[in-house]
């Protein structure tokens, strides 16, 4: 898995979302999957104003503590505009200015690559000098070349 140091500014992002911990979504009753299939059936490109429409983001943010503890998870797009009226079923989140390390996973299985990524990066940083700051991390697709069955994705975390 590649790793690049990257700083992003502040976006703010419109999506579907859910609150998880790792250890449920380690288990049957993980939300994830779910939450991606109302992504998709949402429409939210169509139904709220969005930048970028083919760039999909998968954020993890308002972390309880670190790895270990609950988060919320939004899936979606940056809105084209902070101040407008959200459409039903959609909420904002914003990712802060930072400095991400950004991590590429192997080509595959979408689901495989994203899965084995997350237990690297969790691994790395158990044994790193480079803190996290469980600001706001994110994967990003992009929707124009994404391939489910052989998909390479982008995953970027925020870090001291």
């Known amino acids: ?19 998880t911990t790792n250890a449920q979504e380690a288990g049957a009753n993980g939300l994830l999957s779910s939450l991606w299939d109302s992504y998709f059936t949402s429409g939210i490109s169509e139904r709220a104003q969005v930048n970028n429409g083919h760039l999909i983001y998968a954020l993890y943010t308002d972390y309880e503590s670190d790895a270990s503890g609950a988060y919320t998870v939004l899936i979606g797009h940056e809105g084209a505009d902070a101040q407008v009226e959200l459409p039903d079923g959609l909420e904002q989140a914003t990712v802060p200015e930072a400095k991400f390390m950004v991590f590429k996973t192997k080509k595959g299985p979408v689901y495989e690559v994203v899965a084995q990524a997350w237990g690297e990066i969790w691994a790395f940083f158990e044994h790193s000098s480079i803190e996290r700051t469980y600001g706001g991390d994110y994967e990003l697709y992009d929707g124009r070349t994404f391939d489910p069955a052989n998909a390479e ?3 970027y975390i925020a870090i001291k």
């Open 1 to 19: 898995m590649n790793d690049t140091i990257a700083v992003k500014p502040a976006v703010t992002l419109i999506g579907v979302t859910t609150r």
């Open 153 to 155: 994705v982008d995953i």
